[in-house]
Every structure is written in C-alpha cells, then in structure tokens.
C-alpha cells in the first residue's frame, strides 16, 4: 500500500480525494491530522511543514509544494534523501501571466496616480506613452517568467528576460548572469521580478540594484517578499527613482495595518493573489507526476536543494 498525505484545506482535500479515487486507486489519498498507518506514507503534498508532521512520516520519499515556491516550505525539517518537487501546473501558470500583464499595464497608464487623484477629486492628466515606448525586464526567465513575456507579447513593449543561465526566448532580449545585469536593468523601464526566493536572490530588489535602473522606472514584485528591501524601494520611491510599484508578496504577511506600504499612493498591493494553484487543474500535475514516480521516472519541477529551486 502507498498513501499520500494532503495538508490544506477541507475543499480541497475532498476535491482530491475524489479524483485519486477515480484516477489512481493504487495510491490512497489521506488527509492530515488522519494519517492512519503512517508506514504506508511515501507522499506528502503541502504548503508549510511543522516538526511534528515530518515526526509522524518516518517512511517520506517525495513532498509535492502546493505552489510554485518551495521557501515557504522548512526544509531543515526534511531529511536529506526526501525529494522536493515544486507545482508546475496551468492555473498557477496561466494566473500569474496575467497578472504580471495587468500589473505592467496598470504601471504603464499610471493608475496609483490616477487612484489617488480619483481619492483626493484631482483631475491632472499625465502624457501618454505607447507600450512600444517603453520596455518591460522580466527576471527569472523559468516557467512563470516565460509565461509571463509570452502574455505580454500582444501588447507592443520592448521585451528583455534575465536569468542565471542563457536563455533565448523569440521576441525578447535575454541576459544572463551577474555580468550582464547592468546591461539588462540599464534598459529595463518596468521591471518584474520572478525569481525563485534564494540565498543568492534574498533582498535583491534594493538600492543598489534601483539605482541601475532609468530614472523613473517602475516595479512589479510577484515573487516573493524577501526579494524586496522594503525600506529602499520606499527611499527610492521619494527620491523619484522609482515611480510606482505594484506588490504580491511581503516580508510579513498578510502585510501589517500599520505597513507603509497599504497607505503609499505610489504603491499598489495585492495580497499574495498572483499565481494561484487550482484544485481543477494541480490534481492532475500531482497525479501524473505520482505515476512516473511509480515508474521510476524522472519528476518535473523536481528541485535541487543545494540550489535552493
Ligand atoms: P522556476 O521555473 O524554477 O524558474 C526560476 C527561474 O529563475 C529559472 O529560470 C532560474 O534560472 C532563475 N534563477 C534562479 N536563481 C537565479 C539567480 N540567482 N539569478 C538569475 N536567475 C535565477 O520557477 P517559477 O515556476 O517560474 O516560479 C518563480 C517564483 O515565482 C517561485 O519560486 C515563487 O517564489 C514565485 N511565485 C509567486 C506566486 C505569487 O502568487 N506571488 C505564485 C507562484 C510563484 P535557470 O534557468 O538558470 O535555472
Ligand atoms: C505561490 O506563492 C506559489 O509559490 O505558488
């Protein structure tokens, strides 16, 4: 007997339960804190972990992340030989595209000012630029990154992709690696950040890196918080460097009443809404990725914990 143990909610867990009944009986689907037999569970799909949930799995082989990400997961928790594999599947896909096409527009067309004005009964009318008039960088050129400049592509702007190593994407100017950084921000007049949340990303979204960019560019975080030095992109803000900036994710969330952030007219915030896994669609990534498993095949989205994605 295999079992694979869900942790999440109810709705989800009852939608689940019902498509591996019917799709793959041969794995029984189980939900936490109901483990049953625990040396049958070889599976674990979840968003966070917590010690006593890894205690109680001594038999683990492989922890399915509910999302994209894996840092929300403590993997000091997870024994070395458990394999990580983060969700690829097109709800998240599909949702984060576009969203990042939202957020580059409503940066584009100035709505935070136009927000603000709508709030304080101002009625001041910006130039207006053509979408082939400015450019749009995306960094982290992985599967959200690539979906994201593909949504985009219909609308007109200059297209630029970073990413650690080479990538050619049709349409778009691809830079790789620390060395051609300078090169990608120095063009890059909206900026979208897509990285994975690691060591070598962690508060790369600072200062420093503001200051390459043109004066007055423009920010999308849908990342994760920790790419963000909160405090920076606030001087940055003041100091015009940066013109606005639309933000997903926090270092605390759900971002704190008293944060800045929910209060600057130079800033818009969602709450961590961007890329979103659906029940209706993960299910099947989930299960076809339990039956190459079972085949002794390799996993997508399989991630290298060295590297940290
Ligand atoms: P992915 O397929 O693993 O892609 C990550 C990309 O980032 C890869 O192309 C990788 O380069 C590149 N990269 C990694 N480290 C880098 C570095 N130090 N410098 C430059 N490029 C680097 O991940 P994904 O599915 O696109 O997801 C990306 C992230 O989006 C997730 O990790 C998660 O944090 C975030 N996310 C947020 C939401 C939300 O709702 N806000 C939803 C889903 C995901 P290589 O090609 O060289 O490996
Ligand atoms: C959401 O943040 C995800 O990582 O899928």
Redo the contacts with the bound molecule.
């Keep these: 007997m295999s079992a694979i143990l869900h942790v999440g909610p109810s709705e989800r867990a009852s939608a689940w339960q019902a498509e591996f009944r019917h799709a793959l009986p041969e794995v029984e689907f189980r939900c936490w804190p109901e483990i049953g037999d625990a040396r049958d569970i070889r599976y674990l799909v979840a968003w966070t972990l917590s010690p006593q949930l890894i205690a109680a799995l001594p038999r683990l082989e492989v922890l399915f992340s509910i999302?994209?990400?894996?840092?929300q997961l403590d993997l000091s928790l997870v024994p070395e030989h458990v394999r990580i594999v983060?969700m690829?599947e097109p709800g998240?896909t599909t949702t984060?595209a576009q969203?990042v096409a939202a957020s580059v527009l409503a940066l584009h067309r100035d709505l935070p000012f136009y927000i603000e004005a709508q709030r304080r009964g101002g009625w001041t009318q910006l130039p207006t630029l053509l979408c082939e008039e400015r450019s749009v960088g995306v960094?982290?050129?992985?599967?959200?990154?690539r979906a994201a400049l593909t949504m985009l592509a219909p609308l007109g702007f200059r297209l630029r992709g970073?990413?650690?190593?080479p990538?050619r994407i049709e349409g778009a100017e691809c830079f790789?690696?620390a060395g051609e950084l300078d090169a990608f921000l120095g063009g890059t007049d909206i900026l979208v950040c897509?990285?994975?949340?690691?060591d070598?990303?962690r508060g790369i979204l600072s200062r420093d890196l503001f200051d390459r960019l043109p004066h007055g560019a423009r920010l999308v975080n849908?990342?994760?918080g920790g790419h963000l030095v909160e405090d920076d992109l606030l001087a940055a803000l003041d100091e015009g460097r940066i013109a606005s900036a639309m933000l997903?994710?926090s270092q605390v969330e759900p971002l704190p009443q008293d944060h800045p952030f929910r209060t600057d007219p130079r800033i818009l915030v969602t709450p961590?809404?961007?890329?979103?896994t659906r029940i209706e669609t993960a299910v099947h990534a989930l299960i076809d990725n339990l039956r190459r498993d079972l085949a002794g095949q390799a996993l997508p989205g399989e991630v290298d914990r060295t590297?940290g994605?």
């Design positions: 999302g994209a990400g894996i840092d983060r690829i998240i984060m969203y960094m982290g050129l992985g599967e959200l990154g970073w990413n650690r190593s990538r790789s690696g897509l990285l994975p949340l690691t070598e990303t849908a990342a994760r997903d994710v961590h809404v961007a890329g979103v590297r994605y």
